[in-house]
């Protein structure tokens, strides 16, 4: 055999199983493996080559082949034909590096020949820093994290300067739950980084964000949480972690910027354009801005990807359908989602609004009651059972509901108003009084008026009804210059106009009501409309 069908031999033998070893591609290796196959040439009747194996002839004795540094057992017996066997770990010179070797069985996630070498290699090492931090994540993977914090903590002490083990250091206090400890180690790797790391500065978020959920000073829970999200932001310009941009945008949405939290979770879309999860989050947050046709549009994605929403993505599509008066669709897509995860509180809350618009009050009150059974904290869902409840002239139960939600939203001006109409339908007027003229304080303080400016016209109306005609007029204004820039249902044109009727208001610059017949025809069908308009909310995919 010449030397060059041995070299072509030699390197069909590197394999990857896991009785074969690495052979690197050096001359030096090249060399002994053709020595190796030069014994081989000189005993033709005892071993035999075929192919990429080497075998020992039936009926021969066992011996011992010598390849360089690595020996290989060859068996004879009984079979026919004995494989040769290498060893697991290959013998290395006391003074070799075997870091590459370590390295590459640690990726390929062979931990019994990583912990073999390190064993072997531990005494007699001239560096044991990367082989107590290989044993470490090693330990870590296996599930033993006190027994991995102490080899890492031993690779920190042989280095300090190795950013990399106080990072790892700092995830396996984390995975133990030690949050308050991770984040002084998190720090130290901070303050010790030559450069500005990704993985350091989400990990600080992530453990500040956890840090302000438990903290029970409301103040230092802000400042963590601001803290949080500015080492989000700097997670987010220095690397392309996915975890960041979500707990990022989850920070705006529960700052509520909606916008801020759609730009990063687009920005997402770069690295992951086809996750389904951040589009349905996309959706949700267009749903919090009205912008539901971009809404839709991401949903139809989801789709298109999957062939299937998920039950946060059918709720999303369902409020969008029930937007556009769609109820019955929603209420199909609401089906779906009841009967994979019935227990979502959003869910319930929505199928309530929906028959509530079909005028079947007792299914609506059963569905808000069963929202509230699964989330008692839930504001939406308490508000809009007591408007059911309202418009069912069941105002006792609504005064215990809005009693519930102004103890969850006690700076709610709609609450307020709802909770001075169900006072007054119980002849209780000095509170109902009091209640109206709170709702219009915050209203006014909180530019409540601006978005609900039913609240002044309601007010207005008890105002009338009492007697307060010089404080009636006050609110009808009140009412008339924040609604004269906004598109109103005509339910409360007819209000406003039947109460200008009877206060004799000049209707000079207020072309809100209308012009000639279309002013005569408002006031002609303004007796028929009921005297207070209770606000109805739009339904919700989540509380936040």
Not at 78 to 98: E, K, T, W, Y
Not at 341 to 352: K, T
Not at 395 to 403: D, G, I, R, V
Not at 502 to 513: E, K, Q, T
């Amino acid at each position: 055999m010449t030397t060059l069908s041995a070299l072509t031999m030699a390197t069909k033998m590197v394999d990857t199983t896991e009785n074969t070893i690495l052979f690197l591609p050096t001359i030096r290796r090249v060399q002994r493996i053709c020595r190796a196959f030069s014994i081989l040439q000189q005993h033709p009747n005892i071993y035999t080559f075929n192919s990429t194996q080497l075998h020992v002839r039936s009926g021969q004795r066992a011996d011992q082949l010598q390849w360089g540094s690595h020996s290989a057992a060859l068996a004879g017996g009984g079979q026919s034909r004995q494989f040769l066997q290498l060893q697991l770990v290959p013998n290395m010179p006391s003074d070799a590096n075997i870091d590459w070797l370590l390295h590459i069985y640690f990726t390929r996630r062979e931990f019994e020949r990583c912990r073999r070498l390190i064993e072997r290699e531990l005494n007699r090492h001239l560096n044991a820093e990367y082989l107590y931090f290989v044993k470490g994540l090693i330990d870590r993977e296996d599930g033993n994290n006190i027994e991995a914090l102490r080899n890492l903590q031993k690779a920190a002490e042989l280095n300090s300067k190795n950013i990399e083990t106080y990072k790892e250091i700092g995830r396996t206090l984390y995975n133990m739950g030690r949050f308050g400890q991770a984040l002084n180690v998190f720090r130290e790797a901070e303050q010790h980084s030559p450069r500005r790391d990704h993985e350091i500065y989400h990990y600080l978020g992530e453990l500040l964000y956890r840090a302000a959920a438990t903290q029970p000073q409301l103040e230092m829970a802000r400042q963590q949480q601001a803290e949080a999200r500015g080492y989000f932001e700097l997670a987010v310009q220095t690397g392309k972690k996915l975890e960041s941009y979500v707990r990022l945008a989850e920070l705006y949405r529960k700052d509520k910027e909606y916008q801020q939290a759609i730009d990063v979770l687009e920005a997402c879309l770069h690295l992951t354009p086809e996750n389904a999860e951040v589009l349905t989050e996309i959706s949700v947050l267009y749903l919090k801005i009205n912008e539901t046709q971009r809404a839709y549009d991401r949903l139809t994605e989801v789709v298109n990807i999957e062939r299937k929403c998920t039950p946060k993505g059918l709720l999303a599509l369902g409020a969008i359908l029930q937007s556009r008066n769609d109820v019955d669709g929603a209420l199909g897509k609401y089906s779906q989602i009841a009967d994979a995860e019935p227990e979502i509180a959003e869910l319930w809350n929505n199928i309530g609004l929906c028959f509530f618009k079909k005028q079947k009050f007792i299914v609506a009150v059963s569905s808000l009651r069963k929202s509230i059974w699964i989330s008692p904290l839930n504001y939406n869902a308490l508000y809009n059972l007591s408007l059911i409840y309202i418009a069912s002239e069941q105002y006792a139960s609504a005064f215990h509901t809005l009693a519930a939600s102004i103890n969850l939203r006690k700076d709610n001006a709609e609450c307020y108003m709802l909770l001075g109409l169900c006072l007054r339908k119980l002849d209780d007027t000095e509170n109902a009084f009091v209640a109206f003229e709170r709702a219009c304080n915050l209203a006014q303080g909180q530019q409540g008026g601006m978005r609900h400016p039913l609240v002044f016209l309601n007010f207005a109306l008890f105002c009338y009804e009492t007697g307060r005609l010089a404080l009636a007029t006050e609110q009808y204004n009140r009412f008339m210059a924040h609604a004269q820039d906004l598109l109103l249902p005509t339910e409360f044109k007819f209000q406003a106009t039947k109460l200008k009727s009877l206060l004799r208001i000049s209707s000079h610059n207020h072309g809100i009501l209308g012009d000639g017949e279309d002013a005569a025809q408002l006031e002609a069908d303004a007796s028929e409309v009921p005297e207070e308009m209770p606000l109805e909310v739009n339904a919700v995919v989540s509380q936040n």
